[in-house]
Structure formats: C-alpha cells, structure tokens
C-alpha cells in the first residue's frame, strides 16, 4: 500500500491500485483533448494563413485597378529548386506600396511571410508575360477541366496548360484564354521542402490542403470572371 496511514482508527491515503487507476483516466483525458487543441491551433493558424491570403488579394485587385486589369508578373528562378523559392508575391506589390516591403537585404520582395514557410513570402502564380531568370517568357499555369469542381484525390486530373499567348489553342487556332486571372497561396501545413511539388498546383483540388493531419497547399484563386475559390 502506498502512502497509507491510520489515524482514529480510519485509513487515509491512496492504495497502488487507486493510483494507478487515477493515472490511467488522466492519461485517457490526455489522449482525448489533446487532438483536439492541437487540431484547433491548427484550425486557427489556416484561418490567420486566408486572412493574409486575402489581404495579398485585396493588393492585386488594387494593383489591377490601377493598371487596366493586368497583374503583375509572376517571376521564377533556376535558384528557386523548391516551392517555397519559386513565385514569390511580385515585387511591384511592394514598389506600389500595396504591400509593406520585405526587410532590408532580404530576398523576399514584400513583407507578407508566409506562416508555413519562415524567410519566404506567400506564393504568386499568373499565367501570361513573366520573367524567368530575369528574362522575359510566358508563364503556363494547369488548370483542370472541371475547376472549382474537380476531385481531390491524388488521380491526374483532365485538364489544359494555359499561357494566354500560345497555348491552348480552339479548334479555329485563336487562343484560349486562362480562366483563372491569379493565384496566391501557402505551402501549407507539413510542408516538406524536400518533396516533389505536385506539377497541378495550385489550383488543382488534389494539391490542396484537406484539413488537420493532412499537408496541402492553401491557396485563394481569382478567376477571369472575377470569382474567388478558396481551398478547403
């Protein structure tokens, strides 16, 4: 017995059984809530990452206003070897003052960091004139048939690489134009730096964060038609 004593003839303290059964419910209580805290740390994060996320909408949509509806080029780099390198928020969001500049020396253009992603801004995609490298290219961005409606599971999709210059092309020639205008977007819960980057991001379904204990991209999409999908 443990900590038994006797005093007027009662006996106080716990036996070795009451405590380990003590111990025992503790550690169920454990096991249930915290699941739940971490799942609603993880809630609370994704919704701070769209609020961001829409505050870098609300500077393109400003930048467009201002410039007759063109966006501002997506830029990428053979240095940029991941995703959380590559199509950064554009540099003019910062020059236009749409967005607060990145720190001084830093390679990140605006001071919008993205929360799954420390020293890196969120991502920009757009598909049309860009720069590679510093040097000028059409930038394709995926776009699937069904979009916003397409499956998430991690099958190929159907779909078009769109440019807004070459490609796709109707069957007359004439050119189809993207039906999405831009993307921004995290690389999201669990991001592995290492991994292959899913080449139908993002905004694809399949390459889309699906809630807590999944990884995923959270991206906001702007359409031609000026509607908004928001990932999961």
Not at 18 to 33: D, F, S
Not at 50 to 71: H, I, S, T
Not at 175 to 181: K, S
Not at 192 to 203: C, F, K, L, S, W
């Amino acid at each position: 017995m443990i900590g038994r004593r006797f005093i007027g003839g009662r006996r106080h303290g716990f036996t070795l059984i009451e405590l380990m059964v003590t111990v025992a419910v503790l550690a169920l209580l454990m096991g249930i809530l915290l699941p739940s805290l971490s799942a609603a740390r993880e809630a609370a994060r994704v919704t701070t990452v769209r609020c961001e996320l829409r505050k870098a909408a609300d500077a393109l949509e400003n930048y467009g206003l201002d410039n007759r509806d063109r966006w501002p080029p997506m830029r990428t780099s053979c240095d940029a070897w991941n995703l959380a390198d590559s199509g950064q928020l554009p540099v003019e969001l910062a020059r236009g003052r749409y967005l607060p500049a990145g720190d001084e020396g830093s390679s990140v253009a605006c001071g919008l960091p993205d929360r799954y992603s420390p020293g890196h801004a969120y991502k920009y995609a757009c598909p049309g004139p860009g720069f590679h490298n510093d040097a000028p290219v059409n930038k394709s961005l995926f776009v699937p048939d069904a979009f916003p409606h397409d499956a998430c599971d991690g099958g190929e999709p159907a779909g078009a690489i769109y440019n807004n210059a070459t490609r796709p092309r109707s069957d007359a020639g004439e050119v189809i134009p993207c039906p999405v205008a831009w993307v921004v977007y995290s690389v999201g819960p669990r991001y592995d730096a290492t991994a292959d980057v899913d080449p139908y991001g993002p905004v694809a379904r399949r390459s889309w964060y699906r809630g807590f204990g999944t990884g995923g991209l959270i991206a906001l999409i702007r359409c031609r038609d000026g509607r908004f999908v928001c990932s999961q």
